[in-house]
């Protein structure tokens, strides 16, 4: 992901971002004689570290670990391609104390303030220290070429890329008659389900009212009893929601099949389409959710039904590994009622963090999508296009797809973490966040 964040640097980083002659600090914490730490002096000195980020004194920070101060200064300064002038008496060869922070400051902020001054970040991505240099390729390269036989991080692709024309939705269709203005949404927990919270937390902060249950599986009369109230908590809902995770550990065999099981009981199975198809729901998927209403069928057919090995699927990453960083998507058609307040072509910054995110479809399949309008979103590049560069397309998604919907829209699945946001989140990071996804989804029963 540095070697991502690093081609971008001269491209699309503002001159903010790139902001040179910021002092930086060592907050050391302090060790008595056999290395135990002062924990009353680390809190206070944690405190006051907060109340300077509080302050707008402090505007960058790394907790020291086994690289020691190297290593943090030097992961600092890659993302924004930023270099770094040491003091001489910066303690480079000392040894890392585990919690101690490197801390750059605003301008204008005292160094002695918050501890010693060990140099100043400058904009060339050079690295300096008496006198010798070594440029941001360099380090780069070291970094990330160690394990490069082991761990790929580059995967040529030419895998041509179909036409995808930009699909503008008619969104006077998508007004529901429930009459509900704070829709409740449905979110489950399996084993292994991790973004639950922020999920809640993005429906909320979008005027719903998130309902979050969590599967007991203990024993089988559990497992009854946990369907039945999802059957009931369904029935009571306008949104079903399948956040994020690794569901029964991504088994048996793949990604989100342990939803897709729960969800093909009959009494799920009925709920979940009554919701769809009677009731005007909606129904909302990322990352193992997307998994999950791929496997169930919901996306792209609009209703759950018996794969076969011609249906589309997402399995795994090109390089074979978890891919965690930040891409850039486009959505390609406002079809769906979840796009309802972006524009066809509209570019955001998103987080991914999967390891079976690689959408795969036949040559037929993809072109039905396309003249559908079902291919919601695309992993672009710097120039809007849509590419198989891995460092834009980190999975190696055919046609880069990153989103489709149902044929009606109700049904959007998507790997990229839209609810991974806020006003602190990724503020190194240029472009829009804000899919306004959720805002949508609860928009749509306004």
């Not at 402090?58 to 300064?77: F, N, P, S, T």
Request: a negative charge.
């Amino acid at each position: 992901s540095l070697a991502v964040a690093a081609a971008k640097t001269d491209e699309i980083l503002t001159p903010e971002m790139k902001k040179a002659g910021d002092s930086v600090v060592l907050m050391n914490l302090k060790l008595d004689d056999e290395k135990v730490y002062d924990f009353k002096d680390a809190m206070a000195q944690y405190d006051k570290v907060t109340a300077g980020m509080r302050a707008g004194e402090i505007i960058a920070a790394y907790a020291i670990d086994g690289g020691g101060l190297i290593e943090a200064v030097v992961k600092m300064c890659l993302g924004n391609g930023l270099g770094f002038a040491f003091n001489d008496e910066a303690p480079l060869s000392a040894a890392p104390i585990y919690g101690s922070l490197v801390l750059e400051l605003a301008e204008g902020v005292d160094p002695g303030k918050y501890g010693l001054q060990i140099g100043t970040v400058t904009a060339d991505g050079i690295f300096t220290h008496k006198g010798e240099s070594v440029a941001m390729d360099e380090v780069l390269a070291a970094y990330e070429g160690r394990l490069e036989k082991v761990y790929k991080t580059v995967v040529p692709d030419t895998t041509p890329i179909g036409e995808t024309p930009l699909v503008k939705g008619d969104h006077q269709v998508y007004i529901s008659n429930s009459g509900n203005k704070k829709p409740r949404v449905f979110i489950p927990v399996f084993p292994g389900t991790n973004c639950e919270y922020d999920t809640a937390r993005a429906f909320r902060m979008a005027g719903a009212e998130p309902d979050v249950f969590v599967l007991r599986n203990l024993t089988g009369k559990d497992i009854l009893e946990s369907i039945d109230e999802m059957d009931r908590r369904i029935r009571n809902a306008q949104i079903l929601m399948f956040s994020g995770g690794f569901s029964a550990g991504d088994e048996p065999e793949g990604s989100g099949k342990f939803i897709a099981t729960v969800f093909s009981n009959e009494k799920l199975k009925e709920a979940t389409m009554d919701l769809l198809k009677n009731r005007d729901g909606l129904a909302l998927g990322i990352c193992n959710g997307f998994q999950a209403l791929i496997k169930l069928g919901l996306v792209p057919y609009g209703e759950i039904k018996n794969l076969t090995d011609k249906d589309p699927t997402l399995t795994y990453n090109t390089i074979g590994r978890h891919a965690s960083c930040m891409v850039q998507t486009r959505v390609v058609s406002t079809k769906s009622p979840w796009l309802s307040a972006v524009e066809p072509g509209d570019i955001h910054s998103i987080a991914i963090s999967h390891g079976e995110g690689r959408f795969m479809a036949d040559q037929e399949t993809l072109e039905r999508l396309a003249a559908n309008g079902q291919i919601a979103t695309q992993y672009v590049d710097l120039s809007g296009n849509p590419t198989m560069d891995i460092r834009y397309n980190p999975n190696g998604s055919l046609w880069a797809i990153e989103g489709i919907t149902s044929p009606d829209g109700r049904v959007l699945g998507k790997m990229g973490h839209t609810e991974r946001r806020g006003d602190q989140v990724a503020k190194n990071i240029p472009g829009n966040k804000d899919q306004k996804l959720f805002a949508s989804g609860v928009a749509y029963f306004g």
